[in-house]
């Protein structure tokens, strides 16, 4: 607040040193007003070199916590506030979060064999989406139907803003689990930014799926031949 204050004030300064037609005081004014800038912008520099040392021992803290998940596949945000981990070992999925780097880490601890539904989702569309056969219709809602490919000439329609992977897990209290791959401003299909989000979440996809179809296969009944 107080290198707001010095900016705005030496800005009004530097205006009085062009309004005032006394040549002795435009020049006070103008030193004034030049020697205020300076030290606020010191300032700015100074808090914003400080805060971003800060973000990143954060940053770090948080990414290392994670990373002390048991885990033998993991994939963690770029701002180290959520990670998706997979333990094959102990056959559990992990989805830990916190809302803000200060803030407690909250994990959420899933067994293989509770999962029943992963769905890859375009600003609340459906693209991909892999379910247990055994269950009779999607718990993601009313039969998602999965989006048909675009037509390249709508510029709008080719623009997303988020992409997420919804997971359906055996839990009441939380049942439908988000892990958000990309979360920004519309963008087209074709920057790499959008590409390379998509990769990560086919391939995270492809790893749920084949876990959900893995117990699915060992739910199937045998029959005792005679």
Known sequence: MKTFF??????????????????IFSRVYFLIGLGLVIVGVIRYVKERSIYI??????????????????????IISDDCLSALLLNE????????????????????????????EVAIVEDEMYIARTCNNYISSSLLGENPEIEEDLDEEDSEDNKVSQ??????????SDP??????MDCEPISREEDEYQEALELCEEWFQKISV???RYELERVPIRHWQ
């Open 163 to 172: 992409l997420t992977l919804k997971i359906v897990a055996d839990n009441l």
């Open 6 to 23: 010095l900016l705005f004030l030496g800005t009004i300064y530097l205006l009085l040193a062009n309004a005032v037609e006394t040549a």
């Open 89 to 116: 070992p102990t056959n559990t999925l992990f989805l830990a979060s916190r809302e803000d780097l200060e803030e407690e880490l909250i994990k959420k601890e899933i067994p293989f064999n509770k999962i029943y």
């Open 176 to 181: 439908i689990l988000e892990y958000v791959f």
């Open 53 to 74: 040392s800060w973000l990143n021992e954060m940053q770090d803290a948080s990414e290392e916590e994670l990373m002390a998940i048991p885990h033998t596949h993991c």
């Open 211 to 213: 876990i959900i179809k």
